[in-house]
T-cell receptor, first 112, second 118 residues
Framework: NAGVTQTPKFRVLKTGQSMTLLCAQDMNHEYMYWYRQDPGMGLRLIHYSVGEGTTAKGEVPDGYNVSRLKKQNFLLGLESAAPSQTSVYFC???????????FGPGTRLLVL | AQSVAQPEDQVNVAEGNPLTVKCTYSVSGNPYLFWYVQYPNRGLQFLLKYITGDNLVKGSYGFEAEFNKSQTSFHLKKPSALVSDSALYFCAVRVRLLSNNAGNMLTFGGGTRLMVKP
């Protein structure tokens, strides 16, 4: 998975609880992304970062926040989890103009 | 809006037979197209991409894809399928996020499940 790790691998939350997903890289990529994967819908971009200290909204940002205080780490936060946020979350690296994006192993989140 | 369509939810093929997984796209400008594969409970693995040049692109594990501009298609192919090729396949197109090319989003199709039977 191209030097990218995600923690945790799996988590169960109750509605209203908060949590943070961590994406960590050891490859010095500037660009990092958070996607969610839902059945039949492919992956959709939640938030992204083009460098340390920068973040921006993707296609489906509502209910999520992100931070990139260090270049190596990209955090995805859920302040008040909802059942609609049950999904598999993937971090990706790369994606400069002609670059390939490489994906982490994923975090499976179940919100009850 | 830029989009990708994978018209088949599932493709069934016998081992040893050729396989095709279909993808069509709608983009403004020149498309950058990608294929990824996902095995159960795993992340997405990059297979191949088309940026420019030869319309036939060769990738990992014996896969190739043919870019057809007139038909706006980028079908994934393999001459002889293996049971181990059974997985979920995604086609994606690059979408620029910022006008200065800083960062690119991938827009994905819904995925096609490939089942290769012995």
């Amino acid at each position: 998975n191209a030097g990218v790790t995600q923690t945790p691998k799996f988590r169960v939350l109750k509605t209203g609880q908060s949590m943070t997903l961590l994406c960590a890289q050891d490859m010095n990529h500037e660009y990092m992304y958070w996607y969610r994967q839902d059945p039949g819908m492919g992956l959709r971009l939640i938030h992204y970062s083009v460098g340390e200290g920068t973040t921006a909204k993707g296609e489906v940002p509502d209910g999520y926040n992100v931070s990139r205080l260090k270049k190596q780490n990209f955090l995805l936060g859920l302040e008040s989890a909802a059942p609609s946020q049950t999904s598999v979350y993937f971090c990706a690296l790369g994606g400069g103009d002609r670059e390939t994006q490489y994906f982490g192993p994923g975090t499976r989140l179940l919100v009850l | 809006a830029q989009s990708v369509a994978q018209p088949e939810d599932q493709v069934n093929v016998a081992e040893g037979n050729p396989l095709t997984v279909k993808c069509t796209y709608s983009v403004s400008g020149n498309p950058y197209l990608f294929w990824y594969v996902q095995y159960p409970n795993r992340g997405l693995q990059f297979l191949l991409k088309y940026i420019t040049g030869d319309n036939l692109v060769k990738g990992s594990y014996g896969f190739e894809a043919e870019f057809n501009k007139s038909q706006t298609s980028f079908h994934l192919k393999k001459p002889s399928a293996l049971v181990s090729d059974s997985a979920l396949y995604f086609c994606a197109v690059r979408v620029r996020l910022l006008s200065n090319n800083a960062g690119n989003m991938l827009t994905f199709g819904g995925g096609t499940r490939l089942m290769v039977k012995p």
